[in-house]
């Protein structure tokens, strides 16, 4: 009898094309994967109300990892295997106390259910998933009585993200992992210290019994690195990251823009 597989599947740049969309042929294959009796979970950046909607699209019933490992949820189920790791909300202000300081565009917390941000010049709602911005969104000590999973800070160029990054590294370094975004917007994205997208897809596979030899993990960015290292097989994007491909088991013979991962799934692993 053939073991069960895990699929563990990045969306940006991984899963959906350029238009933030899955193909047909993407959902029609990761679909097949299910069929078969093996799984397939979104392990993702995005905060969950911005992928849930893609969780349902492709009628998963797999935990879902959000936060790049910030939050690992069962969807639309109360589930015992829940798990978040939190920023303190003391240190969230004390950053927006000193944004001036690192020439910050904007600042941005997040949980499961909400996001918070200290102006609405610099990105659109819908940046967010939401329709409109509302005062209860405004990052205020009032508003935001949670402690949240994730947060954003937009650097005033892409030319200095990366000397942003360092110095939130320098202050901030024990208590927060600092990654960059990949794409047009110089973003850096602040999260509990130790977590990652690798940290959830163990949490995932030890629940559904899965073998580590037996995960495969697809992604293109830096922040699916470790997921791509410490999984049974790694693979990257043909559109990846040097860095990501240079530590992947292999690569896709074809971009996010040209259903690789659908591609890889038929012909290299059968399904």
Not at 28 to 45: A, P
Not at 190 to 212: C, M, N, R, T, Y
Not at 258 to 264: H, K, N
Request: hydrophobic letters at 40%; glycine letters at 6%.
């Amino acid at each position: 009898m053939t073991e069960k597989k895990l699929i563990a599947i990045d969306l940006d740049g991984t899963a959906l094309n350029s238009d933030s969309k899955l193909s047909k042929k993407t959902i029609q294959s990761l679909k097949r994967v299910s069929e078969k009796g093996h799984f397939v979970s979104i392990v993702t950046g995005r905060p969950y109300r911005l992928a849930i909607d893609f969780y349902r699209e492709l009628s998963l019933t797999t935990p879902m990892v959000n936060f790049n490992g910030g939050l690992i949820v069962l969807p639309e189920k109360d589930w015992a295997g829940e798990r978040q790791a939190q920023i303190e909300r003391e240190l969230v202000f004390e950053i927006l106390a000193r944004k001036h300081e690192y020439d910050l565009n904007f600042i941005a917390a997040e949980n499961k259910d909400h996001f918070y941000v200290d102006n609405f010049h610099y990105m659109e709602p819908t940046f967010f998933g939401a329709a409109t911005f509302s005062e209860e969104n405004l990052l205020t000590p009032m508003n935001m009585r949670i402690k949240p999973n994730s947060m954003l800070v937009s650097a005033s160029s892409e030319e200095n993200k990366h000397s942003v990054a360092s110095e939130l590294r320098k202050d901030y370094g024990d208590l927060l992992d600092v990654n960059p975004w990949g794409g047009p917007n110089p973003i850096l994205e602040l999260v509990p210290k130790g977590i990652h997208k690798a940290h959830g897809v163990s949490e995932i596979a030890d629940f559904l019994q899965i073998k580590k030899e037996n995960i495969f993990a697809f992604g293109d960015e830096l922040n699916d690195l470790q997921m791509i290292i410490e999984a049974g097989c790694g693979i990257a994007m043909k559109n990846a990251n040097e860095e990501v491909k240079a530590v992947a088991d292999d690569i896709t013979r074809f971009t996010n823009d040209e259903d690789g991962l659908a591609d890889y799934l038929e012909n290299e692993l059968g399904f």
